[in-house]
């Protein structure tokens, strides 16, 4: 089983980049209603609570993608 980008629920974790320094920031992730941004958030409990929010409404299955990871499901309504 695989995300479907056009349709589920998809949270992404990125490492944000200062632009002038290049040193790393930390950690965000984003939120995706198909191809549709719901939004960046600073921590993995924000963005996960957003995404079990949008998926209760729509009835769609959330995953959790990391970078070099395998997608994971974290909610299937």
Excluded: Q, Y
């Excluded at 974790?13 to 960046?40: H, N, Q, Y």
């Amino acid at each position: 089983m695989k995300p479907d980008d056009d349709r589920d629920i998809i949270i992404h974790v990125f490492t944000s980049i200062d632009a002038l320094t290049g040193e790393p920031l930390g950690e965000r992730w984003s939120v995706w209603c198909g191809r549709e941004s719901a939004g960046a958030f600073e921590s993995e409990a924000d963005a996960i609570a957003a995404a079990r929010a949008a998926a209760e409404d729509s009835g769609r299955p959330v995953w959790l993608v990391r970078p070099g990871g395998a997608p994971s499901l974290v909610a299937d309504f």
